[in-house]
């Protein structure tokens, strides 16, 4: 008997789900440059999402409009131990590594489906920095020059 493949939904959170359907709704029409940041009490921007041409690593030549994931990791320890759990975490292979003013940032294209871009944004902020489903997380979006 063969097993249907799972098909639940994977987690996200919420807000960030919200976040990601207003920029879509906002500033996919005129493909306006928008942030998405991740905040928790303790850690201010601990990721972005970005409109895709505002990356270096996810522009495409015809403009088009998209969403790109950002990590970023400076040489602190904390920082240094957050990045080697990063490197360890399921979508790690979606990324591109680069380096800006002694910053290693970490650049993935999201899926355009608001659900799949919001659950591997969750997924990064559960195993990278070890937040939990309960955990209180700001999500802010704003437009961007």
Known sequence: MRRKPNNAPKFHYA???ER????KGGFFQ?????VITASTDSAEE???I???QMADE???EDGDF???LCVNFDDSPEEQEQMQRFKGSKYFGLFIKGLYDGITCYTALLPHESTDAAAIGSEVLMSTYLLRQQDKIMFD???AE
């Open 15 to 17: 807000q960030l789900l």
């Open 20 to 23: 990601i359907d207003m920029a």
């Open 30 to 34: 005129d493909n306006q440059f928008f």
């Open 46 to 48: 601990i990721i972005q």
């Open 50 to 52: 970005v409109h895709r």
């Open 58 to 60: 996810t522009q495409s």
């Open 66 to 68: 998209g969403l790109s």
């Open 141 to 143: 979006l704003h437009d």
